[in-house]
C-alpha cells in the first residue's frame, strides 16, 4: 500500500517526497491499514506534510480516515514563529471532545425499567439532532460569551450547573486563554446562543454504561473506579457556534489567498503570529470554551 515502511509493530513511515516538508508517520495495526480503504486519507497525511513550519512529522492516529484537508486522526506540530493555523486542521466541531464521569452504584442494580426512564427523562433535559436548542433557558447575550471567554467552565458552574471541584478533572481545566469575542461573526453567535446542553447529531451522544474490565488496578482505585460501576459519557462539541466560526474562517482564508501553493484548499492556513492567524486563534479559543461549558451542562443535566 502506497510505499509505506514499517519502522516497528504497527508504526510506519510515508517517505517525503515531492513538496513534503517532512515524513509522514501512521500509527495503525496491520489488520487496520489492510481492512480500510486507506489511499485517500493517506494521501491527505502527505498534503498536511506541505504545511509551512510543521515539524518532525505528519502524523496520523490509529483512528485514520478520511476528513476535511486534515486526515480525521491527523496530527501536526507547527513551529511557533514559522508555522501556520489550519482551521481544517482543527476541524469544524471545534473542541469536539468527551466527559466521563462515574457513580458509586452498580449497574446491575438498574433495573429494565428505570434503564427506560432514565433514559426517557435524559432525552427530555437534553435535545438532540441537527439544530436543536434549549428552550428552557435565556439564550446567551454578548456578555454572557464574554464570560465564557474570561472563564471557560467557571461560566456555568457560576450559573449552577456543576460544582467547582468539576474543574480539577477537565482537561485545560475548561479554559483556553486568549479567547476574544470581538473576532466572532453574528451569525456565529446566533447559531450558538441556544446551543448549550445539547448533544447535536452525527456521532455525538450521552451514554449510560457499566465497567466492564479493570486493567490498571493501582489508577482504579486512586480514581475510585470500581468493576460493575455505572459510568456516563459525553460526545459533543462546540455545535453550530464553532461550526461557523470554521466556516468563516476558511471562507476568510481562501479569499486572503493563503491556499495558494497548498496541495488542497481545504488546508488553507495562515501564519500563526499574522493577523488572521491571531484572530482565528482568539475565535477558536472561545469556541473552545464553549465546548467545555456545553459537556458541563450535559453532565449536569444527566
Same mark, same amino acid.
Given at each position: ?188 453567535? #446566533? &447559531? *450558538? ?11 455525538? =451522544? +450521552?451514554?449510560? %454504561?457499566?465497567? @466492564? ?24 462539541? #462546540? &455545535? *453550530? ?11 476568510? =482564508? +481562501?479569499?486572503? %489567498?493563503?491556499? @495558494? ?40 443535566? +444527566?
Amino acid at each position: 500500500m502506497s510505499n509505506l515502511r514499517m519502522i516497528r509493530p504497527d508504526t510506519y513511515i510515508l517517505p517525503k517526497e515531492k513538496g513534503m516538508l517532512v515524513d509522514g508517520l501512521i500509527i495503525v495495526s496491520s489488520e487496520l491499514l489492510q481492512g480500510t480503504e486507506m489511499e485517500k486519507p493517506l494521501d491527505q497525511v502527505r498534503n498536511v506534510a506541505y504545511l509551512p513550519g510543521i515539524l518532525k512529522y505528519s502524523i496520523a492516529m490509529p483512528d485514520i480516515h478520511w476528513g476535511y484537508g486534515f486526515p480525521i486522526g491527523g496530527v501536526a506540530a507547527m513551529d511557533i514563529d514559522q508555522g501556520v493555523i489550519s482551521p481544517g486542521g482543527v476541524g469544524y466541531d471545534i473542541n469536539c471532545g468527551v466527559r466521563l464521569a462515574t457513580i458509586d452504584e452498580q449497574f446491575q442494580n438498574l433495573s429494565d425499567r428505570t434503564k427506560r426512564n432514565l433514559l426517557k427523562e435524559i432525552f427530555s433535559r437534553i435535545p438532540s439532532g441537527v439544530g436543536k436548542h434549549r428552550s428552557d433557558v435565556t439564550a446567551l447575550s454578548d456578555r454572557d460569551y464574554d464570560q465564557i471567554a474570561k472563564k471557560g467552565v467557571l461560566w456555568s458552574i457560576e450559573q449552577g450547573y456543576g460544582f467547582q471541584e468539576d474543574v480539577e478533572h477537565i482537561e485545560s481545566k475548561g479554559y483556553i486563554e486568549g479567547a476574544d469575542l470581538s473576532v466572532v461573526s453574528d451569525l456565529a453567535k #446566533s &447559531r *450558538g446562543k441556544n446551543q448549550l446542553g445539547t448533544i447535536g447529531s452525527g456521532n455525538h =451522544f +450521552v451514554e449510560i %454504561g457499566q465497567v @466492564e474490565e479493570i486493567f490498571l488496578p493501582e489508577i482504579a482505585k486512586a480514581w475510585n473506579i470500581k468493576k460493575g460501576s455505572i459510568y456516563i459519557l459525553i460526545h459533543s462539541g #462546540s &455545535r *453550530g457556534f464553532g461550526h461557523q466560526i470554521c466556516q468563516d474562517t476558511l471562507d476568510y =482564508f +481562501v479569499k486572503k %489567498g493563503y491556499a @495558494e501553493g497548498l496541495p488542497d484548499k481545504q488546508l488553507v492556513a495562515a501564519p500563526i503570529q499574522s493577523p488572521d492567524g491571531k484572530n482565528y486563534f482568539r475565535a477558536m479559543a472561545l469556541a473552545a470554551n464553549y465546548a467545555f461549558n456545553n459537556r458541563q451542562q450535559i453532565l449536569h443535566a +444527566v
